[in-house]
Each structure stands twice: as structure tokens, then as C-alpha cells.
Nanobody, 120 residues
């Protein structure tokens, strides 16, 4: 299983970006998929999750500005980022909990990260 994240870049304060993360490989079911970010000097933090059954959870500081969504047919998860702030500057990572076989274990996979820089 591989995750490929892309869409990062440089944007001004108040701007928007869409991050994408495509999951490929042997997939029976994706049990959960999420976005995380790591700002310079900080630990990686979970910011948005789509869980089993489609349950959404967001970190409080991004609610109303960043939205997670999936295209199940494409095995792709998106992070729509609006009203961006300098404190959103970070490397953004996607993560998927994937079951590769019907009776197999669920394993965690990470994308390579994509850098978002918000200028003031």
C-alpha cells in the first residue's frame, strides 16, 4: 500500500489550497483516513479524520477553515484549506488504516508529506 500526497505550496494569508492524497495498492478496506501536520519545531499533530462509517473529527483550531473529504471511487482523500493563516505553515501528511485482505490485519500507512507555507 502506498500513499502519495500532493498539492502543497506557497500561499498568502487568507488564501486557499487543496491537498490530495491517493491510496494505491492491495486494498480490501480503508478503515480510517486522516490528515496530520508538523510545523517547524513542533510534533506531528492530527488535524482531521474520516473514520469508519464516515465519522468526521477535526482539531478545534481548524474547524470551519479546513475540510476533509474523500472520493472513494478514486481512493483519494482531500484537505480543502481556506482562510489560511501563517500558523498553518507545516508539512502535511496523510495517513490511512488499511485492511488489505478480508481477514487480514489493519495496518497504518503514511504519505510522504507535502509542504504548505502561508506568508503573512
Amino acid at each position: 500500500v502506498q500513499l502519495q500526497a500532493y498539492g502543497g505550496g506557497l500561499v498568502q494569508t487568507g488564501g486557499s489550497l487543496r491537498l490530495s492524497c491517493k491510496v494505491s495498492g492491495t486494498i480490501f478496506r480503508i478503515n480510517a483516513i486522516s490528515w496530520h501536520r508538523q510545523a517547524p519545531g513542533n510534533q506531528r499533530e492530527l488535524i482531521a479524520t474520516i473514520g469508519d462509517g464516515g465519522t468526521l473529527n477535526y482539531k478545534d483550531s481548524i474547524k470551519g477553515r479546513l475540510t476533509i473529504a474523500t472520493d472513494n471511487a478514486k481512493n483519494t482523500v482531500y484537505l480543502d484549506m481556506n482562510i489560511l493563516k501563517p500558523e498553518d505553515t507545516a508539512v502535511y501528511y496523510c495517513n490511512a488504516l488499511v485492511q488489505s485482505q478480508s481477514r487480514g490485519m489493519t495496518n497504518s500507512y503514511w504519505g510522504q508529506g507535502t509542504l504548505v507555507t502561508v506568508s503573512s
